[in-house]
């Protein structure tokens, strides 16, 4: 039989791929879950135990959570990444380091043909794709979904009649679930007016009130919760938990798409966000003017070809030593207090703090010079602009 690697979720695209090129289509389906954050073990099980209902001939889970903590996350903490200004890159993130595991196991088992459950307009076959040829050129690339044009309905009434019986009512929505954050596509996000309904956010609100919480940063990065050290990747996990209590993370990320359209999913990140926020606050303080311009740049770029599948350009090690080197004195607590649906950043406290008393208090005590040399230096520093005005002013 013809050897094929599915890339498997357990959601409705991957179990229509499943069904339709084991029984249909007569590959010897090996079926691939990439764990990048976000699964239990009784949740891998259960993904496990339908991947054998869809027919496939092996079920594969890879742990990737360490890896794409250290290969991608960490990288967009220290940009302090957020797409438009607000989306954390939870789901395209991920997809690059699933599909790196996937092509990887599926030369290890010498595949000939390796498949994924991605539409002909999201940006997912653009990264997929791009990662699988890059990496193994020889290996076919199969795609149902994209190739069928079908829609969810389509694959929804497929697998009723194929005997696959499961709550496809929960297809209504499809939730990528990750480290980094979980995306929520539907109806609403399909149009420009309409929010997602409560209901469709996977972390309900639980508690009220407030809450304060110290997050300890060591050249960057995340090692302790409240005093208490983990690996920077249980520290999202811990964080996560707590602050999705508070319904804290959700919003709609409306962006250009590789494929040139424009689009729009609802996503809940909040591990994610408070990070990305306190650790730029401990960044202001610790970094100089011109660090913190370049690193600006630097990242949006990071980001952006990141969400792209450009993973693998070499200009994106060049941009990640740049981020790592300025991390060499981002180290400090952040207090952070969580409430209902938000949270706030309420200070820091860093042995690298550069509002440092002993230089002068801003807009109250000049200790480090004069008022005869802020006068100028006053004046050297208006000098451009006052030669340009005279010359360039008509009488």
Same mark, same amino acid.
């Given at each position: 039989? &013809?050897? *094929?690697?599915? $890339? ?9 791929? $499943?069904?339709? *090129? ?30 054998? %209902? ?62 994924? @459950? ?48 499961? /709550? ?55 090692? $302790? ?8 990747? %249980? ?26 359209? &424009? ?20 960044? =202001? ?9 370049? =690193? ?35 180290? @400090?607590?952040?207090?952070? /207090? ?29 200790? @480090? ?27």
């Amino acid at each position: 039989m &013809k050897k *094929l690697v599915l $890339a498997y979720s357990g959601g409705l695209d991957t179990s229509y791929c $499943a069904v339709h *090129l084991s029984k249909e289509k007569g590959f010897e389906v090996h079926a691939v879950s990439v764990n990048t954050g976000g699964f239990t073990p009784s949740e891998i099980s259960e993904i496990e135990a339908n991947a054998y %209902k869809m027919g496939v001939t092996t079920y594969k889970n890879i742990d990737a959570v360490s890896t794409f903590y250290h290969k991608v996350v960490k990288f967009l903490i220290f940009g302090n990444v957020l797409k438009n200004n607000t989306y954390p890159l939870s789901v395209s993130a991920e997809r690059i380091i699933q599909a790196i595991e996937i092509i990887e196991y599926a030369k290890i088992i010498n595949a000939q043909y390796i498949a994924h @459950g991605s539409t002909g307009a999201g940006n997912d076959q653009v990264r997929f794709d791009m990662i699988f040829q890059i990496l193994a050129p020889e290996i076919q690339i199969i795609t149902p979904i994209r190739d069928g044009k079908l829609s969810r309905q389509q694959e929804i009434e497929y697998l009723k009649a194929n005997k696959i019986e499961m /709550s496809w009512d929960k297809a209504k929505y499809s939730v990528n679930k990750g480290l980094w954050g979980t995306s929520v596509g539907g109806a609403e996000t399909l149009t420009s007016e309409s929010p997602l309904p409560e209901q469709a956010y996977p972390s309900q609100l639980q508690k009220e009130g407030e809450e304060k919480l110290k997050l300890t940063f060591s050249d960057g990065e995340l090692t $302790a919760l409240n005093s208490i050290e983990n690996s920077p990747e %249980k520290n999202i996990e811990l964080l996560n938990s707590l602050a999705s209590s508070y319904a804290i993370g959700r919003d709609i990320h409306v962006g250009d798409t590789i494929v040139g359209i &424009k689009g729009r999913v609802g996503f809940e990140a909040a591990a994610a966000l408070i990070i990305i926020k306190a650790h730029h606050l401990l960044e =202001k303080h610790t970094l100089t003017k011109w660090q913190l311009q370049h =690193k600006e740049y630097l990242a949006s770029f990071y980001g952006m070809h990141l969400h792209e599948g450009q993973y693998l350009d070499p200009v994106m090690r060049n941009i990640e030593a740049f981020l790592e080197s300025s991390q060499e004195k981002v180290t @400090g607590d952040v207090i952070v /207090s969580l409430k209902p649906y938000h949270f706030t950043l309420d200070g820091i406290d860093s042995p690298h703090d550069l509002m440092n008393a002993k230089f002068g208090s801003y807009g109250e005590e000049n200790i @480090g010079w004069s008022a005869e040399e802020a006068k100028g230096f006053i004046k050297i520093l208006s000098n451009q602009n006052k030669i340009y005005h005279q010359v360039n002013t008509k009488s």
